[in-house]
Every structure is written in C-alpha cells, then in structure tokens.
C-alpha cells in the first residue's frame, strides 16, 4: 500500500482496520519522502501521536521505525530530532515489555544525534521524568537509559541520575531493580572513581536481594566493578559477592557464576583466582544441580588455561574425571577438555588427558562423542595424527552408522574439518568410504549433505585429487539400480560444478548428464535437463552453442514425457540466451 | 514468628459479634422464575472464580460461560461495573473427541499496581493473560479496552485448577491433575515443567494434584495440595525440577474413619497467608492452618462442618461430597473465610477460637438475616464455592451459583 500521489498519506493512520494501520507505520520513510520535511513535521507526526494508544504490534513497529537515523533527514535536521523524542517517551512507558525495550533502544540511538546544546534539556530531563513516575514500566525503561544520558548531562544532571539509579536499586518492584541490576554493567565503565564507589552500596544491596532473579544479575555486575577496582578494592568489594554468589541456596545463581566464570578470572586477575576462585570452580564442578554442573564443565579449558599448570592437575583433572563419568548425559556432552591439551603439551597430555579422551570417546551417549571429536584439532595439533586415529577411526564409523540419522548427520558434517586437520593421504585412507557409502544412505537429507560435504572437501584438496577419487564413485552411483540413488549423481555433479573449472565440468561431469538424461525413469530425466539449465551459466559458450543446444534441440523432438519437455525447453532458452 | 503471640494478638482484636458484617451488595441476574435450574444453559451464569487485585480497587468475576466481569470499587465502597469481556470459548479437542469448556477454573491478577491492570485467566486447558486499557471513548467519556495480550496454550495434557503469580513480577505457574509448569510472561512458546506426579504405569495412579499457590514474597517457595490429603512445599531454588519436594504436611490424625474418609481429606485449596508466614489448606470438613516449619501436624484445626458427618451418605449419593470450596485469608492474615451449604458462609479465627456463620442472602423488609443452625435442612444445591477478601479493606465477596454477594464489616464496634 504505497501512497499514490494525490492520495492523503494521512489516510492509513485513522484507519479502522489494524492491519492498514501498521502498513502506515511501516511506510513512514517512503511518506516521509513523498511529502518533504515540513509537511512531514505539520501533518504526519500529529498522526502518528494519535497512534500512540494503538495494538501492541504497531506500537513496537513505531519504536522500531522511529529509531532509524534516516528520520533526522526526514524532519529536516538534528534540530527538530526531539519531535521523535516525546513519542519515544511515551512508548517507554507502555506495560509491554517488547514495546518498551525497542524504544528504549531507538531512545539511545537518537541520543547520539541530539547537540550537544540541547540534549540536557530535551534527552537529559526525559529520563529524569521516566526514573519519577508513579508506575513500574517507566522507571523500568529509565534504568536503560541512564547510561546513555549520562556522559551527554551536566555535572549537576549526573548526580541526580546517579540519585535517581539508587533509587532504582531500592525499588519496591522487582521488575525495576531487576533493570537496575541488568542496566549497572554499562553505567559502571562510565563512572570516575568518586562516583563509582558511591555505587558501591547498591552492587552490594542487588547481590543479596530476595529475589533470585535480581541476585543472578550480580555476576555480570563483579566482572564490570572488577575491571575498574584496585587490587585492594577487588579483594575487599567484588570478591566477597563472588563468594557468596557461587554458594547462593539458588542454582540459577550459582548458575551464573559458572557460566561467567572465565570473565570473573579474566577481571579478578591471578591473585585472587588462584586463592580464592579455583575452591569456588572447584565446588561448581561438583554442585548437586546438573544444570550448573553442566555450566561449569563447558569452561574448563577456558578457565585452566589462566591457572598454574600445577592446580590444573591437582584441583581442575579430578573433577573432569568425575564429570567423564557424570550421570547426565548433557554434563557428559558439555565437558570441554580438549583444550588443555595444548598446555599440558605431548607428554602432559599422553600422560594425563588421552585415557579421558578416549572415555569419552566411547560414551554411549552420541553427543558427546561428537562433542569430542567436533574439538579435535587443539590435541591433534599437540599429539600428532597417528596416535589418535586408531582411536578415533572406530569412533567415526560407528557414528556413521548410528540409528538415529541426526547423529550421522552430525558427523558428516565434521568431515571436512577432519579431512582439513588430517590430509587428503589419511582422508583417502579411511574416510572416504565413510562419505561415498553416504550417498546411499536411506535418509534423502543424508544424501543430500554427502553431496555438499564431498563438495567441500573437493575445494579442500582440488580438482585433480576429485577427478581421481570422487568422479570414479560418480560412475559407480550412476549405475545404481534404484532410481532414487541414481538421482544423487546429478546432485553431485551440480555440487562439485561449483569447484570444477568449465573446462573440467564438460570433460568429466557433463557425461554423467548426458547418460541420465536418456534413462528410463522420466524422473531422473527431468532432474538432468534441471541439472543442464544450472550448468549452462558455468560452461564455455562455444560449448553451449556446439554441444549443449543440438542435445536440448534433439531431445526435444524425441522424448516422450510432457515435464520432461518443459525443463529441457527452459535449459534450451537459457542456452539460447549465451548466444 | 512467635505463634502465641499471633494468637494473643487475634483474640484480643477481634471479638466475635454475629452482627459485625452486614450485606452491602448482590450482583448477577435476578432469577427467571420461569428457568429450571436443570435444563443445560442455565449453568452458564454461574460463578465459577472470584478475584480482588493487588490494591482492591478492583474484583474479577469469572463465569462458566467464558464471560468475565470486572468491578471496580467506587468512593462508597460499593462496587460497580467496569468492563466485561470474553475470556474463553469453547473448543472441541479432535485428538480426544471431548469438548474443551470455556468456564473459567481460576482468575489471578498480577501482583503489583501498574496503570494498566493485567490479570490470567484459565479454563481447563488455556491460560490467557489480559489488559485493560482506558481510553477516550466515542462521546469524549473514557471507555476501557480489555484485550487478550499473550495465550499460553499446549501445555496441559489433563484440566488445569489453578494458576498462580510469582512475586517477581515475571513468572508464574499453571496446575493440571498430574504435573506443573513454570512459564515466563512473555514467552509463550516455552514452559518448564517442574512438578510430575505422573506414575509410569497409570494404572497405579492413585493422587492427583488439586491446588497450587506461590508464596506471596519469597519468589522460590510455592505449595500443591493433592487428592489425598498432602500438601507439599517446593522449593524452586533446590534444583530444576522440583519432585523432590522441600517438605510435605500432612494430617495424619483423622477423624472420621470408614469409607468417606479419603473423600472429605482432598484438599480443595490451598495458599499461604498474605504475610507469608502460614498455609492454610481447605478440605471438605475443616480447614487447617499450618506452619511451614511443623509438617507432621497442623497448627489447628477449623471446624465448622462437623453438623455434615451424620449427612455424609446423602452428599455422597448426590454427588455433593464431591464439591470444591474455596476459602480466602484477610488482609492482615488473622482471619479466615470460607462457603458452605445453603448459601451459609463461615468468617473463622484463624488463631483464635471464634466462628462466625452467616448466610448470603439479600435481605428483604420482611426477612431479617438468618442464622445457620444444624438442624436446618440441608440445601446441597445452594453453596457457596467462591470467596474472596479485600486485601487491605473488611469487604468479602461470596460466589453462590449466579448470583455475587459483597459483605462489609461494620467498624463501629472497633477498638480505637
């Protein structure tokens, strides 16, 4: 619905109909086009305010449209940017969240655009006057914007936004300290140290609020004081949160810490991880919760490689031992111990980590053999390839061979990684048969994904190695006697196509087209003219013209099949056009 | 919390005075004389859930006919109507072949005061969250715009009894027979399952959950009542799924014996105190008050159905012992309330030892208000179901079949 000229471009807004409405809504730029800026200032925008206690779905299109930078043009410059702050401000107040959280975020883009001159008064004091309604959803919106007008506000503005912050902290509603505790990581980086320490106490009244949901957001809230703290400062304000955090009665809350734990090492720095976190790590690695166990495993690699090699051991292995045998498949699953390998380096890690590789490897659980073998090069780096392949081999195959076809998927999908790390020798070797036997698997998706993978692996390692080893099971799946798997060569050829210079593709790719396209099954015929018209955009023109465009010619007057004739005839227009 | 001092404090406060609550209002359609309250249809106007919000400001009414009607408090204390919709309607399910009822089983509002009030309502197998909008009407008046903001369906195999708000403003839980889901607010898509009494064989099935509440401020404390008499805490905190329950409270002293005795131990509801320090839980004859930190006893018990026990054969016959009352705590968490036969409803101490019988009924210039006594004439098909207390004002409403009763206690007699 675009507005014609002549048409009012007002109309859609007073439309009875939602859907007109929202149309206007979204076609506010092109209005805006049509009718220039004054216009655009006088009659549109009083629209669009009579929008404002319109569905929620129009309601988030319009913070979302508003934010845009193309509406500072729109109005006729930044001078007239506040016009799109007042309905701003009021969509920041609206109960739903969504609505809310986008205007919010338009809030702050146009922020940036406002002069410096005027943004106290028109930016500065709308926040202010969110941070002091009488209701929930506006000090809520406030909370996310304090960051934003803070560096732009006065001296005397900034301490009553700090002001107004605290309060939030100490709201009666838990919907707004929660804001407050999600909105503090951003507001801390900006802060000098006075003023920082004066926040201080609300970080510290957040982490042991009743509610869980406002404490699980202290964590985030550690990693920013902690960057901008002093040793002294750390050990005395931050460590003490972390501490209670990651023995919270909530999981949710020793969740965090867990999932956050190599950001809390990173800011907390040496000192403090090696004293006080590692019994923490340590304790969240053994925590009777699976979903934080779960958490904690995922990151140890991460957080060993900022610990002394000698904790690892002594501390960090044990527990990865235990976790190797853990009763719930997803702690099992998410266990990351590839990554030490590269800091135990060859004999640490023969000595220490293969026995619990190669557990793992064995798991009963799909997912977390695949989760091993998907991290595979930090150790084959270090170990080198023969050593794991008798191990990891067996591995594979039995993954390819597992009922449920998403598992088989899974590890196709790893091959060319694999073939990457492990070269085309050990790839021709062994895995190869995996990826040809593939292509006959009973699930089409299957198939399907053989054929991207050989693709990817023919890009790998080159033309010549594809013509000497896949273009040979080509032949092979050719003369296939179930039509279906006959149909994954055209498949194949469309896909390696991609790799193969034109040359290359007519000398040995196209012959297979010309085959099927003369075989019984009128299907595989349809599918090899669909082929041709795919490939014609990648041969050589002569080609067409001498080759391509006789066969199309030929076959149509002598095939039998209507659908077969339609696609032949669409190739054969193609072709016509390279003349 | 020191219970004997609660106690003393109730009894000192409260005396008990047959005549210190007065009828104020009577809502619902005047009776056709003509309907027979048997023929189908004529069920739809019956009340099916009663809610105040947060303020009191305003009192949803839900109905068996999917309607809901919204009160709201004038200066005079009296309600008057401020908007109605329909919350549900009635589907057919094609994987069981049984018609899904639009009645409505429960009505929560949301917690905290917001310029526009939001409430959840649910039937048997959809929980649906509204709005109500003021707006500038037609004729320059204000209008209210009810609008239904969020659906959360597909999550209940078996009828849903309860719904029940987290104190932190973002969660809350729905209740089915078997099991009990954890949802967002604003995602409908998903839903946490975090109670499964489903036993693997249902043929052993012998439990079935009737009630859930949240505690009103801590956000990780909720409790589920059962068929049999159990009441269970949860505790969200503990883990992810919450079978193993926190504690479990249970009567084990019974009175009655014999055949009914199963039958008059279902608890028919269940929620702790406004103030959050006790539960009370309601079953066909009394209603116990406990304290969380007591779970083989409870705190005491409330009788006020013992004139049933000698009438139990003939509840049973008509199916009457089969009937799930509600029961309401006051503001202030001193006092009890709860419905009964011929539209009789009870205002009890909870602490103390005072209980107050009344009757719904508008009174008349002829009739003065009756009194219930035990050798009237038990009415089964008058009751009273629903109830609901002001949270911070001494005005009751009572939901007996199609018609609603405000109650007010008269605060001349009050201490200074």
Not at chain 1, 56 to 76: F, M, P, Q, R, V
Not at chain 1, 341 to 369: I, M, S, Y
Not at chain 2, 52 to 76: H, I, K, M, P, W
């Amino acid at each position: 619905m675009l507005p014609k000229k002549g048409d009012s471009p007002k109309e859609g807004a007073t439309s009875e109909d939602a859907s007109v409405r929202l149309t206007f809504v979204k076609n506010l730029s092109k209005t805006a086009e049509t009718v220039g800026p004054d216009r655009f200032r006088d009659e549109i925008i009083p629209e669009v305010k009579a929008l404002l206690d319109d569905d929620d779905d129009i309601l988030l299109a319009l913070a979302d449209e508003l934010g845009k930078d193309e509406y500072e043009t729109y109005l006729g410059g930044a001078q007239h940017n506040h016009l799109l702050l007042s309905i701003l401000e009021s969509l920041a107040k609206v109960e739903e969240t969504g609505v809310r959280d986008k205007a919010v975020a338009s809030l702050s883009k146009i922020s940036h655009r406002i002069p410096q001159e005027s943004c106290e008064q028109h930016f500065v004091e709308l926040v202010l006057r969110l941070s002091e309604s009488d209701w929930f959803s506006p000090r809520s919106s406030a909370c996310g914007l304090i960051s934003v007008a803070y560096p732009r506000a006065s001296p005397a503005s900034q301490t009553k936004l700090l002001l107004s912050f605290k309060r939030s902290c100490e709201d009666p509603t838990p919907i707004v300290r929660r804001s407050a505790a999600t909105a503090l990581k951003k507001i801390v980086p900006l802060l000098d140290k006075a003023s920082l320490l004066q926040l201080v106490e609300s970080f510290k009244a957040l982490s042991v609020d009743d509610q869980d949901s406002v404490r699980l957001l202290s964590i985030e809230n550690c990693v920013a004081f902690a960057e901008k703290l002093s040793e002294e400062e750390k050990n005395s304000v931050v460590k003490p949160v972390v501490l209670a955090c990651g023995s919270d009665k909530s999981w949710r809350v020793r969740y965090m810490v867990a999932s956050c734990f190599t950001q809390l090492v990173d800011s907390l720095g040496r000192q403090i991880t090696q004293t006080d976190l590692v019994p923490v790590f340590v304790k969240l690695l053994k925590d009777t919760e699976a979903e934080v166990r779960t958490a904690a495993s995922s990151k140890v690699s991460g957080v060993s490689k900022l610990l002394q090699k000698d904790t690892v051991i002594k501390d960090i292995l044990p527990c990865a031992r235990a976790l190797a045998t853990d009763d719930s498949s997803a702690v099992r699953a998410s266990l990351d111990v590839m990554g030490l390998a590269p800091l135990f380096g060859k004999d640490g890690t023969n000595e220490h980590l293969l026995e619990l590789f190669l557990q793992l490897l064995k798991d009963e659980t799909p997912e977390v053999r695949l989760n091993i073998i998907g991290k595979l090069s930090e150790v084959t780096q270090v170990l080198g390839l023969d050593q794991l392949s008798q191990h990891l081999l067996p591995a594979i195959m039995e993954l390819a061979e597992d009922r449920q076809w998403r598992v088989r998927s899974s590890i196709l999908e790893y091959i060319p990684l694999l073939a990457d790390q492990l070269g085309a020798e050990f790839f021709n070797e062994k895995l190869s048969v995996l990826c040809v036997s593939c292509l006959n698997d009973c699930v089409f998706s299957i198939r399907e994904s053989a054929t991207v993978i050989l693709k990817r692996i023919a890009a790998v390692f080159g033309v010549a190695w594809a013509k000497q080893y896949v273009v040979p099971k080509i032949v092979e799946q050719s003369k296939h006697r179930n039509y279906l798997y006959r149909t994954i060569t055209l498949t194949m050829v469309s896909s390696l196509a991609d790799v193969f210079p034109s040359s290359e593709i007519q000398s040995d790719l196209l012959p297979f087209v010309y085959t099927l396209a003369t075989d019984p099954i009128p299907n595989i015929r349809i599918n090899a003219a669909k082929t041709l018209n795919q490939l014609i955009p990648k041969l050589e023109t002569s080609y067409v013209l001498s080759d391509i465009i006789p066969f199309l010619t030929d076959k149509l007057l002598t095939d039998k099949d209507r659908d077969v004739l339609y696609f032949a005839n669409v190739a054969l227009q193609n072709a016509r056009k390279k003349q | 919390v020191n219970v004997e001092e609660v106690i003393a404090k109730a009894n000192e406060y409260y005396e008990s005075n047959a005549s210190e609550w007065e009828f104020s209002q009577m809502f619902g359609e005047e009776d056709d004389p003509s309907s027979d309250s048997d023929t189908t249809g004529a069920e739809d106007n019956w009340i099916s859930s009663l809610a105040f919000d947060s303020t009191g400001r305003f009192l949803a009414v839900g109905y068996n006919c999917g309607q809901v009607v919204v009160l709201t408090q004038q200066e005079d204390q009296t309600y008057q109507l401020y908007t109605e919709f329909k919350s549900h309607d009635s589907e057919f399910d094609f994987l069981t072949s049984m018609e899904i009822e639009e009645k409505i089983n429960q009505i929560k509002w949301f917690p905290y005061d917001s310029c526009i009030p939001a409430l959840l309502t649910t039937n048997d197998k959809t929980i649906k969250l509204f709005k109500m909008l003021e707006k500038e009407g037609a004729e320059g008046g204000t209008e209210v715009v009810v609008k239904p903001k969020k659906v959360f369906e597909g999550a209940h195999a078996y009828n849903i009894n309860s719904v029940s708000f987290n104190s932190d403003g973002e969660t809350f839980i729905s209740t089915d027979d078997l099991r009990i889901n954890l949802w967002n607010l604003n995602i409908t898509t998903e839903a946490f399952g975090i109670v499964d009494i489903k036993p693997e064989n249902m043929d052993e099935l012998s439990e079935v959950i009737t009630s859930s509440s949240f505690h009103p401020k801590s956000c990780n404390l909720f409790v589920y009542s059962t068929s049999k008499g159990m009441i269970r805490m949860a505790d969200l905190r503990n883990s992810a799924l919450c079978d193993r329950y926190a504690k479990e409270f249970e009567d084990t002293e019974s009175d009655i014996g014999g055949f009914f005795q199963e039958l008059v131990t279902t608890i028919s509801d269940v929620k702790f105190s406004p103030d959050g320090n006790f539960i009370v839980s309601r079953d066909y004859l009394t209603m116990k008050i406990w304290d969380p930190r007591i779970e083989n006893k409870p705190l005491r018990v409330v009788k006020f159905h013992d004139h049933l026990v000698p009438k139990l054969c003939d509840l049973y016959e008509n199916d009457s012992i089969f009937d799930k009352f509600e029961c309401s705590w006051n503001g202030t968490s001193y006092r009890l309330l709860t419905g009964s036969y011929n539209n009789n409803f009870y205002i009890c101490d909870a602490f103390g030892s005072h209980v107050t019988p009344m009757c719904a009924v508008k009174p008349t210039a002829q009739q003065k208000p009756t009194f219930p006594h035990p050798n009237q004439h038990l009415e089964a098909s008058q009751k009273v179901l629903h109830t609901a207390w002001h949270p911070n004002q001494d005005i009751i409403a009572l939901g007996a079949k199609d018609f609603g009763y405000l109650y007010v206690r008269k605060t001349e007699n009050d201490p200074k």
